[in-house]
């Protein structure tokens, strides 16, 4: 099995890869690394890569964004393909809850990179 750290992770995305970790005991994926997985607990966790094509699960506007960024920016919840696995990223402005999205580049704030995805 392949480990996937926090930092290979940052690295991996930064690259314009999504990806998480499957569980060998259950096929629970997840979208960013766990010591072990969430479902059924196992540390049989490795490395897989993620479908680039979501659809919304949750969306939230920051009307409060961190000092330095524009107001009224969505962020939500994509879940990927047909992995099950869940990933907090930025949204278009149009994103509702449903849209199929599709992951586009990579948003840096303090140094944690977040994935950014386009309404398709
Ligand atoms: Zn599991």
Request: net charge negative; charged share 30%.
């Amino acid at each position: 099995m392949t480990e996937l750290s926090y930092s290979d992770w940052k690295e991996t995305l930064r690259g314009g890869e999504l990806v998480g970790q499957a569980c060998e005991e259950c096929g629970n994926v997840t979208a960013s690394p766990k010591a072990a997985c969430t479902e059924c607990g196992s540390r049989s966790v490795s490395r897989t890569t993620l479908p680039e094509d979501g659809v919304v699960y949750s969306e939230t506007t920051i009307n409060v964004p961190p000092e330095g960024y524009e107001r009224g920016y969505k962020v939500g919840i994509v879940e990927l393909g047909d992995t099950g696995a869940r990933v907090l990223g930025r949204l278009d402005e149009t994103a509702e809850i449903g849209d199929e999205v599709v992951f586009d580049d990579t948003f840096e704030h303090d140094d944690e990179p977040a994935p950014v995805f386009e309404s398709k």
